[in-house]
């Protein structure tokens, strides 16, 4: 047990390692001035609308049948099933803390959404063969399907001044989601055949810079956070930290133990449940002009520097229990 333990924790620590390298060449890029803020904001929205896109819809075309797949629709529903427990959660740490956290709604955000595709991308390249990851990524877009819905929703709700809109319904289809409806729909009416390898593979081949594209925008972002207005304070800190590194993902872990959910699966759900907080609020923040922006981007600074301890830990115990 014990042995498997640290086989798993240095398969993963690796993963997560290979990222970090990635996340940290953006760091540099941006910190040098190598690049630009607009420069930047120029890959990341290359990222968003190109090669996201891209990349969801020839994996979709490529991997994913309704008859492989019948029970698709479990993953979107999975993905509102986390983000409701790190949203309970926060929201018990907020009664527990009281006004200790006043930027309440900021804290609720990040700890209910994680960096479920950026992030989750290159760990399953990482830590799985060609095959399996394959079809975990699969399992990944239509997760992400219930999580930008839910993020362009809610997230936009709780960090946007309500006194303007809530949110804005067109946001709620993202590039991301438009690849998605698009590739079920073209994988329903059987259309998929109808398109020759000659229009796949090239784009196919643009959809893959995705992951260390996304990457250089996540460290890029990271070296943009101000840490000299208004540091977070150390008691906030560490209730981010306890709501979104350790009790969301030790509640599923328990859960996954308890009801023996040790296939891909559980692995997903692991995955998503022990990634730190989403990068699309930074997003969210700069766009609705939110005044506790800096609040957000340190809390997504500091979960994702932590989570280069966390993420092995929850992932080795969970390969202990599972098997994989």
């Excluded at 700890?111 to 399953?124: A, C, E, I």
């Excluded at 890029?220 to 207005?229: C, E, M, N, R, V």
């Excluded at 966390?310 to 229990?321: A, E, G, K």
């Amino acid at each position: 047990m014990v042995e498997t333990f640290f086989t798993s924790f240095k398969t993963t620590s690796f993963a997560v390692f290979e990222i970090l390298i990635l996340g940290l060449c953006g760091f540099i890029i941006l910190k040098r001035n190598f690049i630009t803020v607009n420069g930047l904001d120029i890959i990341s929205k290359l990222v968003v609308e190109v090669t996201l896109p891209l990349f969801v819809f020839t994996q979709l075309l490529l991997r994913f049948k309704f008859s492989l797949y019948p029970n698709w629709y479990i993953f979107p529903t999975l993905s509102l099933l986390i983000n409701f427990c790190g949203f309970i959660i926060g929201f018990i740490l907020l009664k527990i803390s009281g006004a200790k956290i006043p930027q309440k709604r900021e804290f609720l955000a990040l700890s209910t959404f994680q960096n479920s595709g950026y992030l989750v991308f290159p760990l399953v390249v990482a830590l799985l063969p060609k095959d399996r990851a394959d079809e975990l990524l699969i399992y990944v877009f239509l997760f992400l399907l219930g999580f930008n819905l839910l993020i362009w929703s809610l997230g936009v709700f709780l960090l946007s001044n309500h006194k303007r809109k809530g949110f804005e319904l067109g946001s709620l289809f993202s590039p991301a989601v438009v690849a998605i409806l698009l590739g079920l729909l073209v994988t329903a009416l059987g259309l998929d055949r109808l398109i020759p390898d000659m229009v796949i593979r090239p784009l196919k081949l643009i959809g893959e810079c995705t992951i260390p594209l996304a990457m250089l925008v996540v460290g890029g972002s990271l070296a943009l956070i101000d840490f000299s207005k208004a540091a977070m304070k150390i008691g906030t800190l560490v209730n981010i930290v306890l709501a979104k590194l350790v009790l969301l993902p030790f509640l599923a872990l328990f859960i996954l133990y308890k009801f023996k959910l040790t296939s891909l699966v559980g692995l997903l759900i692991m995955l998503e449940a022990a990634v730190p907080s989403a990068t699309t609020l930074s997003l969210i923040s700069r766009h609705y002009k939110v005044e506790g922006a800096d609040f957000i981007n340190q809390g997504i600074f500091w979960t994702h520097l932590l989570s280069i301890f966390t993420i092995p830990l929850f992932l080795s115990l969970f390969f202990v229990i599972s098997g994989i």
